[in-house]
């Protein structure tokens, strides 16, 4: 499951135990039964976010951290290549 999906995933098993629990604070006892299990369902997808939202921010920090090297590495081209004189060929500038 990608993270966008497990993030629609808890919005939906909040909304459900919300109304759930609206419905047994009246006294509504299957309410409190369907709560129950949403909660373990909650709790699971709950882990299961925390786990994927871990592991892109790891991916982006690999890409981040390439994109700096690339840039640096660039950089340093630059400088080095503005530091080398430039190569004039005589026989072109006698003409």
Known sequence: MTLKK???E???LLECCTVDL???EKGFK???QRLRVNTVKLAKVS???RRESIEEKEFFDKVKTAQRKV???LKAKWER???EKPKVNASKLAK
């Open 47 to 49: 882990l299961k976010f």
């Open 30 to 32: 299957t309410a409190a």
């Open 81 to 83: 290549l503005a530091q």
């Open 71 to 73: 840039k640096n590495d």
């Open 10 to 12: 808890l919005k939906h």
């Open 22 to 24: 609206k419905k047994t």
């Open 6 to 8: 497990t993030i629609k």
